[in-house]
């Protein structure tokens, strides 16, 4: 059943990207124009983690399978055979499964041979085989069954044409003094044709003839490229690309060959996962390479890469998402990445989260708001927008009036109906961040800056990076994956930061012992500032410990001062500490009662008269309130935003130099907030930051 995806209109309708690359519309397969004759260019999605790339390209073999011949590969994941020989790597085990893959009838698609590939495949299995032992021999040959299946599915499939070649191996073996690659295989294609192929497939050795140095002759192209294989380096590259080349014609010529007209429609498929991978380059660049001189496969090559500037991409023609919902123009350069199409990935629209969201809850039980608060937290991001969407669908009817962001992080969710339900937070941060040791980075996402990254990989993580600077290289691999950079904070995006930090604060359970590693970074990070410069910092940690009266007390003391933006810069900074959440904790925010002035303090600072008593309870009200109103695993409430204007038009009044920044914030704070933007700063700035 194909999964509901949102944002990528482009990709699917009828006049679509896809559509207008294969000459099929999606699902329905009317015939439609190319956009781009017969010169498609490869065309790579970006994104960084959880932006669906993966999704994508497995919509795209939902919606045209059977239709055309169609192979999706995953670059990253390619599982060696056990025992394999050396003719095995992760390019000619990518190879056999294209066309495996490629092969098989559909419903509208007539089956693909692959003769050309099968004997280039057969010729480099025979590297490495050996007089003593023929078993290696036996267990490679017999996983190129599929592959000689395509040609003739009886005769590929059975083992006659193993045994064999076994003994015409073993021949060999006995007349040849020194046994060579090339040797082997020489009589390994020898038997493979007489046994498996018939007499005009036959002639589908010729085209090895076109390998470096063979004059025309297959055979010894055939044999040259054994030998280039087993060599390695720059020679292997060279075979490798040949074998490449050896798929793309078996399918050029099975839509270009003698079948009658009409017999095929639309063009056939490669959709390749991380191509960023290594594997993906080697698989792409001789394809890119031929079209660059002008060999025109008609090939529809869609990729995806987590990096947008990679070298394999330096000349490729870039546009978002939207942009090609009607046309994508590629022109075509004299670089040879000038044919790729690299297509950003563009985040889901507010709109697209509440459809996901009203998806999984269909009679609205949920907070209006939760969907619009969602989206701020992951940034439209589709994966979080999708499992938390479905964390909410789940939920008990009685709890999800009062879900948040935060308490749908706090969640189980069932992805697998053969499964238990799984914990949210850490499942959807080790989709973000596969492999990692997400202990550490939770420590280090508290911090700033690099500096202050690596005072807490030095004073809590002591040891845990032997190789140097562990601030640097968390930070080379965030880059390396693609995740957004901010002076503000070392761990810049929202939703991975939201993740680590909820690592942080529950890792060590509740209870009497529980949040040691929450309470230690904060502090460790707190006495890191000075009193004067650094003292936003330190009240910011305050904060995230729980403790408030510093902070109402500076803010207090420096009201006064002339440079209201700044004494506002220094709120919204303070304010944006992390809340110390308390796991399933049902009921109103605690912060709500306070912004609202229904919880007075515990105790007053000594020796304050009426006005300054008035004055520090308002700041109290209204630090809270932009705390709360502020917060990602929050949502927004109305009579807090309207308490936070009243606050700041009464803090306006009162102020001898400073009230207009005061009562613009008044006016255009509450808009912000209404409107899921930071607090502008100065207040009304257009752009929100």
Known sequence: MDRELYGREAVFQDSGLAARLTGLTPYRFTRTAYEH?????????TGGRGMGKTALLKQVRNAYKGATPLALLDCAHIE?????????????????????????????????????????????????????????????????????????????????????VLSKLAANFAEATAPMAGLLAEATVETVLEEVFGRSQRRSES?????????????????????????????????????????????????????????????PVLLLDNAHEPLGRRLLEPILRDRAAGRRDRIVVLASSRVSDHEGMRRATRLRLPETARLAPCPRGTDVTSGILAVALTPLSPAHTQAAFDRHDPAARTPADLARGVHRLTGGRPLGVTLLGRTAGETPAELRPVLTPGALLDLTVELREDAPPVPVAPTLLGELLPGEHHGRLAVLAAAHDETSARLLAHTRLPGESPDGDMALEVRDRLRAEGWPESPEHFVADPLLRALLLHRLRFEDGEGPAGYATWRAVHETLHRHYDQESGLPYRLHHELALGRTQQAVTHLRVTFPRPDVEDWLGRLRFIASAPYPRTRGRSGPDPRRAVALGQRPPDRMPAGLDADTTELHLRLRRLLHAVWLLTDPLALPDGEVTEKLAFELRQLSGRHLTGNRPLWDAATHWP??????????????REDGV
């Open 80 to 164: 060696p055979p056990a025992d394999h020989g050396p003719g095995w790597n992760p390019l000619t085990g990518a190879l056999a499964e294209l066309a495996g893959q490629l092969a098989p009838r559909g419903f509208a698609s007539a089956p693909v041979e692959f003769p050309r590939l099968s004997l280039g495949l057969v010729a480099v299995a025979s590297t490495g085989w050996s007089r003593e032992d023929e078993e290696p021999a036996r267990r490679d040959l017999q996983r190129l069954g599929p592959v000689l299946a395509t040609v003739d599915a009886a005769k590929g499939a059975g083992a006659t044409w193993v045994t064999k």
């Open 37 to 45: 004759g017969d010169d498609p260019p490869v065309t790579v999605f």
């Open 207 to 267: 085209w090895y003839g076109n390998y470096r140095n063979a004059g025309g002759r297959g055979t010894v192209g055939l044999q040259y490229l054994a030998n280039d294989f087993e060599q390695g380096g720059r020679r292997r590259q060279e075979a490798e690309s040949f074998l490449v080349g050896a798929l793309v014609e078996d399918l050029y010529r099975a839509f270009t060959g003698l079948l009658r007209a009409g017999a095929r429609s639309g063009r």
């Open 671 to 684: 808009t912000d907030i209404r409107a899921w933007r930071e607090l502008s700063l100065p207040p009304a």
